[in-house]
């Protein structure tokens, strides 16, 4: 089985300032790895994913995160933030021969403030 | 093309009743996943379906119970509600090998 763990269950920052939203999974298996966003009262956006490749991903909007296998982490970046990526961050993994079952983490609060 | 669709959007019931939350995934798409959000905590998996079969089920009582139809849409079934059984209740509509497409979820809540 696998497991994600955020370490942060909330992170406050002001806008135009960096963030990293943390993210660490044990597995036994190779994964895929995922970040999904969550704003109030809807369900979850595919942010970006890791299948194979280059270790650095990006999204549309900004964010990137780095799979790093030796330290099991996929950390969510970005480098300036604004008021519209308040929302909730979950991590997730999914095996790569597993059915596509994901496992989340607790989630990551993201409060950017003016 | 329309994504997933869940309905309803919200509901209300009675401990002691039964529920049934559908789920239609995107056309081609043909797995179907059900997951278990509580407030506060990240989505927990309770059923995968593909082509119709259950591929997965996580741990959740047999009071829970699912099916996916020839079309491909999925039906989430739970019985004998609970207070705790209150949740959001998403469903995915999986590429495979990709990613999970998620819908808009089914809010529960048990009174």
């Known amino acids: 089985a696998q497991s994600v763990t955020q370490l942060d269950s909330q992170v406050p920052v002001f806008e135009e300032a960096p963030v990293e939203l943390r993210c660490n999974y044990s597995?036994?298996?190779?994964?895929?790895l995922f970040w999904y966003v969550q704003y109030p009262n809807q369900g979850l956006q595919l942010l970006l994913k890791?299948?194979?490749?280059?270790?650095l991903v990006e999204s549309i909007n900004g964010f990137e995160a780095e799979f790093n296998k030796s330290q099991t982490s996929f950390h969510l970046r970005k480098p300036s933030v604004h008021i519209s990526d308040t929302a909730e961050y979950f991590c997730?993994?999914?095996?790569?021969?597993?059915?596509?079952?994901?496992?989340f983490g607790s989630g990551t609060k993201l409060n950017v403030k003016p | 093309d329309a994504g997933v669709t869940q309905s309803p959007t919200h509901l209300i019931k009675t401990r002691g009743q039964h529920v049934t939350l559908r789920c239609s995934p995107i056309?081609?798409?043909?797995?179907v996943s059900w997951y278990q959000q509580v407030l506060g905590q990240g989505p927990q998996f309770i059923f995968q379906?593909?082509?119709?079969?259950?591929?997965g089920r996580g741990n959740f009582p047999d009071r829970f119970s699912a099916r996916q139809f020839p079309n491909y849409s999925s039906e989430l079934n739970v019985n004998a509600l609970l207070l705790g059984d209150s949740a959001l209740y998403l469903c995915?509509?999986?590429?495979?090998?990709?990613?999970?497409?998620f819908g808009q979820g089914t809010r529960l809540t048990v009174v």
């Open positions: 890791y299948l194979s490749g280059s270790t």
């Open positions: 597995s036994s298996v190779s994964v895929y």
């Open positions: 997730a993994v999914s095996a790569i021969w597993g059915f596509n079952k994901f496992y």
């Open positions: 995915a509509s999986i590429q495979e090998g990709t990613e999970a497409f």
């Open positions: 379906y593909y082509e119709k079969e259950e591929r």
């Open positions: 056309s081609g798409h043909k797995s």
